[in-house]
């Protein structure tokens, strides 16, 4: 399964604007449905070893709440949790495409 998470729509987020909050329910839903893809076809372990134990969709949530003017969560924390959520989605679809390459073998 070719992935490419980090794209054109995930760098909209850091301009924390309504397009912002778009591309972040949006990005929630795909590595949401990613994990539902990977656990039938490979299992829950699987999913919890390549999207990081659900830490992906839970940065990204914690970003959202940011944006959506929670006070429990500052904007340094949408920061730090910008940032891993794209460091663990990028390692992600490295293992992602990687595995597909050797499928392909």
């Known amino acids: 399964m070719s992935v490419k998470l980090v794209d054109h729509s995930w760098t909209k987020i ?5 397009f912002a909050k778009v591309a972040l ?3 929630i839903e795909e590595v949401e449905q ?18 990081n134990d659900g ?19 500052t904007e340094q924390d949408f920061w730090v949790c910008y940032e891993f ?3 663990e989605a990028r ?11 050797e499928d392909d073998e």
């Open 14 to 18: 850091i301009e924390r604007d309504a």
């Open 25 to 27: 329910r949006g990005k």
């Open 34 to 51: 990613l994990a539902e893809a990977i656990r039938s076809k490979d299992g829950e372990e699987a999913a919890r070893n390549v999207l």
């Open 55 to 73: 830490l992906i969709v839970h940065a990204l949530k914690r970003c959202q709440e940011n944006l959506d003017g929670s006070t429990s969560v």
């Open 85 to 87: 959520a794209t460091t």
């Open 91 to 101: 390692k992600a679809e490295k293992i992602l495409n990687e595995d597909e390459s």
